[in-house]
C-alpha cells in the first residue's frame, strides 16, 4: 500500500505567476483535501475534492482552484500568485468525506519572490 | 466558527519524562478529533483519531483523551525519548464539516 506523494517537493516562484501542485491519494482513498500551512501555524483548509467534484471550501479566494482525476490523484492550481501564498501546501487523502483518518503527504513548499 | 488552541506552545523535557499537551476547541460539537506529529519542513503523521463517541484511546506510549463537553482534549507522552521531539497537532473535525480544524501546535524537545 502506497502512502500519499505530492510533486514537486520545492518550488520557487514569481508574483504574478501561475503554479501547479499534484497529489497521489493512497490505495483505495476516493477523497482528497488540500490544506496551506504558514511558517509557525497549523494547516488552513483550502479545499475537498471526493469522486471529482469539490466537497467543500475553505475560505480561500478563487485564484486556488482545484482538479481529481478518475484514479483520485489531485492538483491544486493557484494563479496570480501573491508574497502570503509562500507556505507549505499539504494534501491529505481518507476513504470517506468525514469519518475516517487522514493521511497526509510529505508537502509541497512554495515560496513566491 | 470553531477555534482551536494549544498550551503550552512549546516544551523542553529531559528524557524519560511523562509529559501531557493540551488541545481546546470552542465547539463541542464535533464529530471526531485527530493527533498528529510533524517533524520540521515535513508533513503530518498521524498518531491518534479519537471519535465523539470515543473518551480515549492508546497507541505505545501515547493516550488521548477526550471530554467535548469541556472542549478539551490532552495527548499523554510516557517516558519521552529525544526522538520524539516534533511539532503536535491536534485537529477537530465538526458534524457538518469535511475539514478538520487545526491548532497551532505545541512543539516539543525531548533533551538527552
Known amino acids: 500500500e502506497t502512502g500519499v506523494t505530492q510533486s514537486p517537493t520545492h518550488l520557487i516562484k514569481t508574483r504574478g505567476q501561475q503554479v501547479t501542485l499534484r497529489c497521489s491519494s493512497q490505495?483505495?482513498?476516493?477523497?482528497v483535501s488540500w490544506y496551506q500551512q504558514a511558517l509557525g501555524q497549523g494547516p488552513q483548509f483550502i479545499f475537498q475534492?471526493?469522486?471529482?467534484?469539490?466537497?467543500g471550501r475553505g475560505n480561500f479566494p478563487p485564484r486556488f482552484s482545484g482538479l481529481q482525476f478518475p484514479n483520485y490523484s489531485s492538483e491544486l492550481n493557484v494563479n496570480a500568485l501573491e508574497l502570503d501564498d509562500s507556505a507549505l501546501y499539504l494534501c491529505?487523502?481518507?476513504?470517506?468525506?468525514?469519518?475516517?483518518?487522514?493521511?497526509f503527504g510529505p508537502g509541497t513548499r512554495l515560496t513566491v519572490t | 466558527k470553531q477555534e482551536v488552541t494549544q498550551i503550552p506552545a512549546a516544551l523542553s523535557v529531559p528524557e524519560g519524562e511523562n509529559l501531557v499537551l493540551n488541545c481546546s476547541f470552542t465547539?463541542?460539537?464535533?464529530?471526531?478529533l485527530q493527533w498528529f506529529r510533524q517533524d520540521p519542513g515535513k508533513g503530518l503523521t498521524s498518531l491518534l483519531l479519537?471519535?465523539?463517541?470515543?473518551r480515549e484511546q492508546t497507541s505505545g506510549r501515547l493516550n488521548a483523551s477526550l471530554d467535548k463537553s469541556s472542549g478539551r482534549s490532552t495527548l499523554y507522552i510516557a517516558a519521552s525519548q529525544p526522538g520524539d521531539s516534533a511539532t503536535y497537532l491536534c485537529?477537530?473535525?465538526?458534524?457538518?464539516?469535511?475539514?478538520?480544524?487545526f491548532g497551532p501546535g505545541t512543539r516539543l524537545s525531548v533533551l538527552p
Open positions: 491529505a487523502s481518507s476513504s470517506d468525506t468525514f469519518s475516517y483518518e487522514q493521511y
Open positions: 490505495s483505495g482513498h476516493n477523497t
Open positions: 475534492y471526493y469522486r471529482e467534484e469539490e466537497n
Open positions: 465547539d463541542s460539537a464535533i464529530y471526531n
Open positions: 479519537i471519535q465523539s463517541s470515543q
Open positions: 485537529a477537530v473535525r465538526g458534524n457538518y464539516g469535511q475539514n478538520f480544524v
